[in-house]
């Protein structure tokens, strides 16, 4: 996030963290009571860079516009 070669370092040890779902990634989730969002929230992390990310990610809200726009043509 920063472009730094330290943050870069730590964001792929999260990463292979996340994967081999080692803690914090390997949290329960619930499709009844959880949110991506919650769950995200609750990995509570050394540094927060994949966490930062995946907020960021679905934090994006989707739409269709474009595509409607063109099928009504």
């Keep these: 996030m920063g472009g730094i070669k330290n943050t870069c370092e730590q964001l792929i040890s999260q990463l292979m963290r996340y994967k081999t779902n080692v803690a914090p990634y390997n949290m329960p989730y619930d499709n009844n ?13 050394r540094y927060n860079h994949l966490q930062s990310i995946a907020i960021k990610l679905f934090s994006i809200i989707l739409h269709s516009t ?3 726009r ?3 043509i």
């Design 33 to 45: 009571s959880d949110s991506p969002l919650m769950w995200w929230l609750t990995c509570e992390d």
């Design 66 to 68: 474009g595509c409607k």
């Design 70 to 72: 063109i099928f009504l």
